[in-house]
T-cell receptor, first 109, second 113 residues
């Protein structure tokens, strides 16, 4: 069963920040928050993961609330190529990923 | 990050036949995974394949239907046996690297007629 809740779809204007929320109120202490995305007709792509501290890499930032019950993936300057389905996944290690339905992000010109 | 290739990229098969999908990684990895993505659906883990041991299957998937080989640290195969139209899906392999990140292959699109 999915342990995360994400909106089904979101739109974002090109060049603006895309903020994708994820609720995970039953997260366990040893579970990381992972984000993947799947662009149409491609395999999923790893974006970022974190345990309790905020994380940033060249693709995105991950903001995790202090109680760890929710998080937000931030794409700082969305481009048309960021249009994809974004999956928020909880896992104690990357070897046990359960893909829920994700959020379909559409970046609009 | 690991670079993963799969063969074939797509195939159309008749019911009752079997198809073996190959997954090749450009580096040695301990854990490899096989997923299925049915049309319009999300990914479902089929099994975990570690080199030197039997694959571990998730609930709803059995070895007789989806036999897996893992002969070395860079290669694995998944066979879809005695296919039916319900097996029409995209099959993806993935690997876990030392940073606890999982990387996916491009997938094999299977259509069973």
């Amino acid at each position: 069963d999915a342990k995360t809740t994400q909106p089904t779809s979101m739109d974002c204007a090109e060049g603006r920040a895309a903020n994708l929320p994820c609720n995970h109120s039953t997260i366990s202490g040893n579970e990381y928050v992972y984000w993947y995305r799947q662009i149409h007709s491609q395999g999923p792509q790893y974006i970022i993961h974190g345990l309790k501290n905020n994380e940033t890499n060249e693709m995105a930032s991950l903001i995790i609330t202090e109680d760890r019950k929710s998080s937000t993936l931030i794409l700082p300057h969305a481009t048309l190529r960021d249009t994809a389905v974004y999956y928020c996944i909880l896992s104690a290690g990357a070897n046990n990923l359960f893909f829920g339905t994700g959020t379909r992000l559409t970046v609009i010109p | 990050s690991a670079v993963i290739s799969q063969k074939p990229s797509r195939d159309i098969c008749q019911r009752g036949t079997s198809l073996t999908i190959q997954c090749q990684v450009d580096s040695q990895v301990t854990m490899m995974f096989w997923y299925r993505q049915q049309p319009g659906q999300s990914l479902t883990l089929i099994a975990t394949a570690n080199q030197g041991s039997e694959a571990t299957y998730e609930s709803g998937f059995v070895i007789d239907k989806f036999p897996i080989s893992r002969p070395n640290l860079t290669f694995s195969t998944l066979t879809v046996s005695n296919m039916s139209p319900e097996d029409s899906s995209i099959y993806l392999c993935s690997v876990e690297d030392t940073s606890y990140e999982q990387y996916f292959g491009p997938g094999t699109r299977l259509t069973v007629t």
